[in-house]
């Protein structure tokens, strides 16, 4: 899935707009990694899986991210 990501926002969101695109609001910021891991957290916690489960693909130091869901973990 594709996910627009917001850094230092109020507070950590995951949306999907009526298109279908999605959007997180992270509350961390974009440093040493803080609002990618975030980022793994609220995608694991809101689809109900595993933080290891949850992959970047690509995109891991711009906004736009490509993330994996592993179904069988």
Partial sequence: MQ???KPNARASLL???EDGSWSA????APVD????????AL??????CRKAAVRIRSGATG???????D???
């Fill in 3 to 5: 996910v627009k990501v």
């Fill in 15 to 17: 949306s999907c707009g």
């Fill in 25 to 28: 609001q992270i509350k961390a």
């Fill in 33 to 40: 990694g803080k609002a990618n891991a975030e980022l793994i």
């Fill in 43 to 48: 995608i694991a916690d809101a689809f109900g």
């Fill in 63 to 69: 906004r736009m991210k490509l993330v994996d869901i």
């Fill in 71 to 73: 179904a069988e973990d």
